[in-house]
Nanobody
Framework: QVQLVESGGGLVQAGGSLRLSCAASGRTFSSYAMGWFRQAPGKEREFVAAISRSATSTYYADSVKGRFTISRDNAKNTVYLQMNSLKPEDTAVYYC???????????????????WGQGTQVTVSS
């Protein structure tokens, strides 16, 4: 079992930045590929970014490419999402997720992720 806890959400003006963190429990964090998803009111859950187990490979949605950066620190069991140049359309609840081996890499399919955090709200004002 893996428990994921997100933090770092909040209210920010358009053009601003936020850094989300996701702390994972367990001793096998380095064996999971990790992803970030988001869900805005009335919309389906949307893939944002993913990172491989060793952080050698990353994968982004076109809508955030060049603005968001995913990273991880396996010694701290934590994955991060640095969000720059935020736009009002980035407003959503952001979730981190873990996919355990065996898995297909990369994947933006939320059904392929096995564990989810509770989410953290990000609101970008115009």
């Amino acid at each position: 079992q893996v428990q994921l806890v997100e933090s770092g959400g909040g209210l920010v003006q358009a053009g601003g930045s936020l850094r989300l963190s996701c702390a994972a429990s367990g001793r096998t964090f380095s064996s999971y590929a990790m992803g970030w998803f988001r869900q805005a009111p009335g919309k389906e859950r949307e893939f944002v970014a993913a990172i491989s187990r060793s952080a050698t490979s990353t994968y982004y949605a076109d809508s955030v490419k060049g603005r968001f950066t995913i990273s991880r620190d396996n010694a701290k069991n934590t994955v991060y999402l640095q969000m720059n140049s935020l736009k009002p359309e980035d407003t959503a609840v952001y979730y981190c997720a873990a996919t355990v081996p065996p898995f297909i890499w990369p994947t933006s399919d939320y059904e392929k992720y096995d564990y989810w955090g509770q989410g953290t709200q990000v609101t970008v004002s115009s």
